[in-house]
């Protein structure tokens, strides 16, 4: 029966992946995402003798990480359809298990809820259909951040942060798990890791002359900024700094009233999520995913905080 026990983690942990490829492959037949495509091109561009021209048309607002994730991905699929929906949903779903794992710790029920809940809102399976990873790796990437942060280990935890604007540039408002630390030094030490990681990933291409990712314009397309601004109205990346600087402010002060407790590990990257969706001019289904997977994950570490204070009580009982 230990033996069992003991295995159980582990079944659950292939229960999830295997349940990924299996519904990746349903929807086969279903991919909308021409951005995964766009983005395996410019990152071979990026692999290759022409690596300055990678972000020579603005629509490329996917970092480095996330262009070399889809390159490979498509790499590794080939021409099919059915092994590139599989390769997407394990690229996420095995990340998940993991980073729920370290969270949750290793139980079987809250690694299920959260990989079952991933799966059937759609985290698991939105970079096939839709071609974007930076969502649920960022979401990741920040409640790593956060428990790291907390720990005082601030130079690892602004190397995550750093690591989830690679995927995309919103992933530095992740700085607001840095205040989890100890003290506002050391959050600082991290911020400015985080700000060197992302000026390594992305100096090469600004230096080499042909970087254009800010000249793009985003429309608003309703929700609170369709309120204040109009439906229509260009939201350029001057708005895009307000709105990362509000988002970071909110969230940050959030940061520093519960940073003792917890809980904090996911309450703060989940209101720098939502605080960020607020503020967002446009209102894209995958954009819930870095708030869904962080909700998922912390609803997994609840259960389990639940199950061994139910465990220990039983103990002491018997």
């Not at 940050?252 to 940073?259: E, K």
Request: aromatic share 8%; proline share 4%.
């Amino acid at each position: 029966m230990s033996r069992r026990l003991s295995a159980s983690p582990d079944l659950a942990a292939g229960a999830v992946l295997a349940a990924s490829a299996a519904v990746g492959y349903a929807l086969r037949n279903g991919w909308t995402g021409v951005d995964l495509h766009a983005f395996a091109v410019a990152g071979r561009t990026m692999l290759s003798a022409r690596w300055r021209h990678t972000y020579h048309s603005p629509f490329f607002q996917a970092g480095p990480l996330e262009l070399a994730v889809a390159a490979c991905v498509e790499w590794i699929a080939g021409s099919s359809r059915a092994l590139l929906a599989i390769v997407c949903s394990l690229t996420i779903a095995a990340p998940l298990v993991v980073v729920t794992r370290i969270l949750a710790g290793r139980r079987a029920l809250p690694l299920l809820v959260a990989g079952a809940g991933a799966l059937a809102l759609g985290v698991v399976t939105d970079p096939y259909v839709h071609g974007h990873f930076a969502e649920p790796a960022v979401g990741l990437l920040w409640l790593l951040a956060a428990r790291t942060a907390r720990r005082d280990r601030v130079v690892l935890a602004g190397l995550l942060v750093g690591s989830s604007a690679g995927f995309e540039l919103w992933g530095i408002l992740g700085v607001t798990t840095l205040l989890l630390a100890p003290g506002l030094r050391r959050a600082a030490l991290g911020a400015a890791v985080a700000t060197a990681a992302v000026c390594i990933l992305f100096a090469p291409f600004v230096l080499g002359g042909d970087f254009h990712m800010f000249a793009y314009r985003w429309r608003v397309t309703g929700g609170l900024m369709g309120a204040v601004l109009g439906d229509g109205h260009p939201f350029g990346w001057s708005l895009r700094l307000l709105q990362g600087v509000v988002t970071v402010g909110v969230a940050g002060a959030l940061a520093r009233l519960v940073h003792r407790s917890p809980s904090a590990v996911f309450a703060v990257p989940f209101a720098t999520a939502l605080c960020r969706l607020l503020l967002d001019p446009m209102s894209i289904s995958y954009y819930f995913d870095v708030a869904t997977e962080i909700a998922l994950v912390g609803a997994a570490a609840l259960l389990a905080a639940r199950v061994q204070v139910r465990a220990w009580l039983e103990t002491v009982a018997a």
